[in-house]
């Protein structure tokens, strides 16, 4: 299984930006797409998760700014990510979560900057 995060950038805050993860999972629907971000010094921490069937759960911090969703007929899941703050900037991860039989993967990561 494979997972490639992309669209990760410098943005100022307010600004607007959308991460992009292709996953090799099959069959995709039955996964639990998510992304999760680090700050430097900080415990990863869940951002966003969606469900096979489009169940959306996001944190606290981020509910009302960011929008996960995802293409099944593509493999792909997205976080688009509006009015950026500077304690959003961190390495967003995208992961793959499966429950029966149970398998856990994750991307590389892409580096999201917020400049005050």
């Known amino acids: 299984v494979q997972l490639q995060a992309s669209g990760g950038g410098l943005v100022q805050a307010g600004g607007s930006l959308r991460l992009s993860c292709l996953a090799s999972?099959?069959?995709?629907?039955?996964?639990?797409l998510g992304w999760y971000r680090q700050a430097p010094g900080k415990q990863r921490e869940s951002v966003a998760t969606?469900?096979?069937?489009?169940?959306?759960n996001y944190a606290d911090s981020v509910k009302g700014r960011f929008t996960i969703s995802r293409d099944n007929a593509k493999n792909m899941v997205y976080l688009q990510m509006n009015s950026l703050k500077p304690e959003d900037a961190a390495v967003y991860y995208c992961?793959?979560?499966?429950?029966?039989?149970?398998?856990?993967?994750w991307g590389q990561g892409t580096l999201v900057t917020v400049s005050s």
């Open positions: 999972t099959s069959p995709f629907r039955m996964y639990v």
């Open positions: 992961n793959a979560v499966r429950y029966n039989p149970y398998g856990a993967y």
């Open positions: 969606i469900t096979g069937t489009g169940s959306t």
